[in-house]
């Protein structure tokens, strides 16, 4: 109560905001009419003035109002477009670092130019992210002409590009490009062996667009690059053709964590089976000999009983395309890990490729925290702002609309059964039809969509065949003729190239648009149509003239009619054929409708069989409407309704963040160890030479070696002298006199060590006599780069099975993350000690064969694979006792910048603050160690 009267005296903290930047909107608008007056060279050299300041000793921030007056006034000259007051206020919001939450419809692309120029000054570099390769190469071609006029350099990272172009794309002032390409691109650096051949220089600033789907949708799973490893497509094919024979009291299915599981009558059933076929030679299912076998049985239960074809996936030209859940997308290249992907392709009958090792690997959330400063803009953040500030440390800032939303948002309408709820959708569909009112109608997957389609088939209606040329001119006769046309377009991953101009031409009058409900996301709907897209497919093989410009002219005519006739005919009505378990999902459907003051209307048509409502609890309802005399094609319309729904969805979505919340703290437990890894191996491929760290090495396997074989202040007797010698053979190719000097009076174990340490160096100087200094300490680089990178994998893959069991820890009231904080401790201490023994072990062990050729190149980026595990894989990791808790290792692996500030003051506890350290300076932790013996530990 109090909250509500101190909001309407002082306002809410997110209108105290806004307010600290109506004055730096007015000085911006002042300048206004002396940038008008500036020619266009003139306006170009503002750059070089700007960076010439930046020189000089002023900031950003100081910059920060000519810039945006200069970024408008070419934007004006450029695209015809003035940035509006409201899109300073976003600009503005995004150089602070933080989310400019705009409805759609209010330039976000172009808000997205004032912040990516003021801080592209800098000369660090400026990456603006999308979510698909569409969008990336829209928006760098369409904004780019602003930043080409202002002098700055633009680059665009897509699927396809070769490492040399992406090299140049990093190097322009300001790159856009997908979340995934510049995650995947960041692996790949840190699995490269020279410094020439990273493509990306740094992460000084990030604008992500559509931040919500981004940083939180996508943040559950984790970018994963895969090698080949052994063919098994016969037993997927195999164990593929035994699911089917199972009965429903097999197994068990659990909707709300999408999981399934096999039942004591199936584990009996399978295992008959499986031997059947041949596929259980001795013992039971669960024998450890047998762990393959269920492994496989799982993943084709899971295939078949949780994945639905057109809905999780589609197949396409013999391969299996994942569908994005949030977005409806194909994401092409990408594969579900743990052979679930292979299973899928066994039980749609397309070839099996092989399965995948985890090569690298990085979350969503670790990834963009490597940002200086990231910012993001979206339509919907403000339901997930607690998300967005404990994790990334973003503020959300509600920017206001440039003009008054008019649309119309109706109570749902729920509905018995799914066949009421469609039969009265094409009811509204056709009355609205009859108006020449524009629909979008939004469904949550290709299936649906599908159904619903079918549906309005049988009903008279046609579907618009986008393989016809011109498919959309009939839809262009029904709006001019003011008469329904009863043609409809469907939106789903299916048409995913045409996507972008469906969406656009979705506010013709009459356009009947049924899409998954984040189809088409980014680009505008513009009621009468969209006059860029018309021109660019209708006027693509004119040449300029009198004929192109009289066809442009046409078009524009006709657009600003059917404008006319869609506003009187009540705007975009936006049609939900469910609720999503997302409510941002929803309020992005919502959103398509009533842009830049038009008006527009939305409602949503449930039905208790609807996945929502089904999975939470609608069973005691569909008994209760019965007995209420609920009749068929009735339908319940009323507020507390949308208030229920919306607390299930409030659920979902908290589950939802406590997945990614778990996740995040699994992987969080690994960010020493990557910082420790990658940094030091950044600094060993810019190093000349590695000498001294494999000196180091040597001698620390050298004192490790002793210490073993024989202990301290142990008598000679009870050395482990057989031990020694094979060790000292394997170790650095050694034949050592140890039962001899193990005879010798008063002999201890430090002389021991001086001779076994003088010998080992004097065998090494060897081997840099007998093959050359400079051929040595290039072999040395190589050998310590593929040795750690080798040992790395490994260590993933243990996490891995670490993950996958340690939740069963609880069971003994211990705490599972505490228990995995030590294990991976543990086993990190091991990696080090190996990649000492296996370094050293290599090059003592090196014979060079010089008519062999050149070294092998390292793996090039075709030969990794970029994976995509489901999301119910990781879903469990919400529950500590799961042991399908964990999907694959994650390997984040951050580096520091090249352009990194050193810390001015090293904090003991705060590693972030020690900057480079050198390997023989005392460690900053304050430990008395050295550098290299402590936090640095890697020889």
Not at 508 to 524: E, F, L, Q, Y
Not at 921 to 931: A, D, I, L, R, T
Request: proline share 4%.
């Amino acid at each position: 109560m109090f909250g509500t009267i101190a909001k309407k005296i002082f306002g809410s903290s997110n209108d105290r905001r806004l307010k600290t930047y109506r004055p730096k909107v007015a000085a911006i608008n002042a300048l206004e009419p002396e940038t008008q007056k500036l020619t266009d060279a003139e306006l170009r050299a503002k750059t070089d003035e700007f960076r010439a300041a930046l020189a000089a000793g002023q900031t950003l921030d100081d910059l920060l109002v000519p810039a945006f007056a200069t970024v408008r006034e070419a934007a004006k000259r450029v695209l015809g477009q003035r940035h509006f007051d409201v899109q300073l206020i976003g600009g503005m919001v995004l150089h602070e670092g933080a989310i400019a939450e705009m409805r759609t419809g209010e330039g976000k692309t172009l808000v997205a130019t004032l912040a990516a120029y003021l801080n592209a000054l800098a000369g660090k570099g400026v990456h603006v992210i999308t979510v698909n390769d569409y969008l990336a190469s829209r928006d760098a071609e369409w904004m780019g002409r602003v930043y080409n006029f202002l002098g700055l350099s633009f680059g665009t990272i897509v699927h396809g590009k070769d490492d040399n172009e992406r090299h140049e794309a990093y190097a322009a002032d300001i790159t856009y490009g997908t979340n995934n390409e510049f995650g995947f691109d960041y692996l790949r650096d840190n699995m490269k062996y020279e410094l020439g051949q990273m493509v990306q220089r740094g992460h000084a600033f990030a604008i992500v667009d559509e931040v919500d789907s981004i940083l939180v949708d996508e943040a559950r799973t984790p970018l994963i690059i895969s090698g080949p490893s052994d063919d098994r497509s016969d037993l997927y094919n195999s164990i593929n053709k035994i699911i089917p024979h199972l009965r429903e009291n097999d197994y068990e299915v659990d909707e709300k964590q999408r999981s399934v599981n096999l039942t004591e009558a199936g584990n009996e059933h399978i295992e008959e089976l499986l031997a059947a076929a041949g596929l259980l030679d001795e013992g039971s299912l669960y024998d450890a000999i047998n762990v393959t076998i269920v492994h496989h049985v799982n993943q084709a239960l899971r295939a078949h009983k949780l994945f639905q074809r057109d809905k999780d996936y589609i197949v396409r030209d013999d391969e299996v395309v994942i569908i994005d859940e949030f977005t409806g997308r194909m994401m092409p290249g990408r594969r579900y890990s743990e052979g679930l992907h292979q299973a899928l392709e066994a039980k749609e009958h397309v070839t099996v490729q092989p399965e995948n090792v985890t090569l690298a690997s990085i979350t969503f959330q670790n990834y963009f925290r490597l940002y200086k400063k990231l910012a993001g803009m979206t339509g919907t953040a403000s339901t997930e702002a607690d998300e967005f500030a404990e994790i990334y440390n973003l503020d959300v800032v509600e920017i206001p609309t440039n003009l008054p939303v008019r649309r119309l948002d109706e109570d749902d309408e729920v509905y018995r059964t799914n066949e009421e709820k469609l039969a009265a959708i094409v009811k509204e569909i056709e009355a609205a039809n009859a108006q020449m009112q524009p629909m979008l109608v939004g469904t949550t997957s290709i299936e649906k969509s599908e159904q619903l389609a079918e549906f309005l088939i049988d009903k008279g209606y046609r579907q618009i065949d986008f393989t016809e040329p011109a498919a959309l001119q009939k839809l262009y006769v029904s709006a001019r003729s003011g008469k329904p046309s009863k043609l409809f377009a469907v939106l789903n991953a299916r048409f995913h190239e045409q996507e972008a101009y469906i969406v656009a031409e979705a506010g013709v009058p009459g356009a009947i648009t049924v899409a998954t409900n984040m189809a088409g996301r980014g680009t505008d709907i513009q009621l009468g149509g969209n006059v860029e897209m018309r021109v660019a497919q209708e006027c693509a093989n004119l040449p300029e003239g009198s004929e192109r410009e009289a066809l442009e002219a046409k078009i524009r005519t006709e657009i600003a009619a059917f404008r006319q006739r869609a506003i009187a005919a009540g705007g975009l009505y936006i049609i939900g054929t469910e609720r999503h378990e997302s409510r941002r999902i929803d309020n992005q459907l919502r959103g398509r409708s009533g842009r830049q003051g038009d008006p527009g209307r939305s409602k949503f048509f449930l039905s208790l069989k609807d996945d929502l409502m089904r999975i939470f609890g609608s069973e005691r309802m569909d008994s209760m409407l019965v007995k209420l005399g609920l009749q068929e094609g009735e339908a319940i319309v009323h507020p507390w309704i949308n208030k229920a729904l919306e607390k299930a969805q409030q659920k979902v979505e908290a589950r939802n963040f406590d997945t990614r919340k778990n996740i995040l703290k699994y992987d969080n437990v690994m960010n020493d160890q990557r910082k420790v890894v990658f940094e030091q191996r950044r600094e060993m491929m810019a190093e000349e030479s590695l000498e001294d760290m494999v000196t180091d090495m040597r001698h620390d396997v050298v004192e490790d070696f002793i210490a073993r074989g024989a202990p301290h202040e142990a008598y000679p007797e009870a050395w482990d002298v057989e031990g020694l010698t094979q060790g000292c053979e394997r170790l650095f190719n050694l034949t050592l006199p140890f039962d001899e000097w193990a005879k010798e009076e008063g002999i201890t174990d430090e002389a021991l060590h001086e001779r076994v340490l003088h010998a080992v160096d004097e065998g090494y100087a060897a081997q840099i006599e007998k093959n050359g200094a400079e051929v040595m300490r290039y072999i040395e680089k190589q050998v310590v780069l593929q040795s750690l990178d080798h040992l790395w994998r490994e260590h993933l893959v243990t996490l891995d099975h670490l993950r996958q069991v340690i939740g069963w820890r609880g069971m003994a009231q211990l705490d599972p993350l505490n228990e995995y904080k030590s294990e991976a401790f543990e086993l990190f201490n091991e990696l080090i000690k190996d990649l000492r023994e296996q370094t050293t072990e290599q090059l003592s062990h090196l014979e060079i064969a010089y008519d062999q050729g050149e070294p092998p190149p390292p793996l090039q980026a075709g030969q990794f694979e970029a994976l995509h595990p489901p999301a119910e894989a990781m879903a469990g990791l919400a529950q500590e006792f799961n042991s399908q808790a964990f999907g694959q290792g994650f390997a984040a692996v951050p580096f520091m910048a090249p352009d990194a500030p050193a810390a001015t003051t090293r904090q003991p506890q705060d590693p972030t603050t020690w900057g480079k350290v050198g390997r023989n300076e005392p460690c900053p932790c304050g430990s008395g160690k050295k550098y290299k013996h402590c936090h640095g530990a890697i020889s």
